[in-house]
């Protein structure tokens, strides 16, 4: 089975702040990764697919990047709403994974 | 617009069995793959399963296979997981999620959740 990694697990940034968060197969993924964004007591939400596409309604200070075993998303300026955990999901063979999560606090 | 709703959880006592309903709406239920993904308390996400929008290809996570058992009722647009050999550790949020249309683009509706909990 594929194995996710992120990192940092936890990060503590400010409004405006430029966010970078890693994810790392154990196997090569192609383009076959997704990003989330969950906040408590809420269903995650998807925020791009297929490594760097943006989903509708997005806003697009978040992008995605990456191929192979080393994807990232990046929130440009970070924003009150965007306090949260995010997880990345592999969907290039089952049975599919989530990564551990990564929770961006306030500072 | 899609709505997903899950009904069928609450507290069962381990090795007991229950099934989880989500029932769909917004969508042509029977031309869209779907997913249970679960959440223990305070931890990740977990995937548990897919089903094919025809019901003909299912796929299971390493730790309910052989106990779950996903199926869909296309002529109801409801979704099934049937959960036996329950065990302690099976105690968690469980969703269901809508696979876009494109294939391998992860799930973008999900629905509010169903807690589970396996408890003596």
């Not at chain 1, 997005?58 to 995010?86: K, M, N």
């Not at chain 2, 609450?10 to 007991?16: E, F």
């Not at chain 2, 494109?102 to 396996?118: M, N």
Request: one cysteine or more; charged letters at 15%.
């Amino acid at each position: 089975d594929i194995q996710l990694t992120q990192s940092p697990s936890f990060l503590s940034a400010s409004v405006g702040d430029r966010v970078t968060i890693t994810c790392r197969g154990s196997q090569d993924l192609s383009n076959y990764l997704a990003w989330y964004q969950q906040k408590p007591g809420k269903a995650p939400k998807l925020l791009i697919y297929a490594a760097s596409t943006l989903e509708s309604g997005v806003p697009s200070r978040f992008s995605g990047s990456g191929s192979g075993t080393e994807f990232t998303l990046i929130i440009s300026s970070l924003q009150p709403e965007d306090f949260a955990t995010y997880y990345c999901q592999q969907l290039n063979s089952y049975p599919l994974g989530f990564g551990p999560g990564t929770k961006v606090d306030i500072k | 617009q899609v709505q997903l709703m899950e009904s069928g959880g609450g507290v069962v006592q381990p090795g007991r069995s229950l099934r989880l309903s989500c029932a769909a709406s917004g969508f042509t239920f029977s031309t869209y793959a779907m997913h249970w993904v679960r959440q223990a308390p305070g931890k990740g996400l977990d995937w548990v399963a897919a089903i094919s929008y025809d019901g003909k290809n299912i796929f299971y996570g390493d730790s309910v296979k052989g106990r779950f058992t996903v199926s869909r009722d296309n002529s109801k647009s409801t979704l099934f997981l049937q959960m036996n050999s329950l065990r302690v550790e099976d105690t968690a949020v469980y969703y269901c999620a809508k696979s876009p249309g494109v294939a391998a683009s992860g799930c973008d509706y999900w629905g509010r959740g169903t807690l589970v909990t396996v408890s003596s």
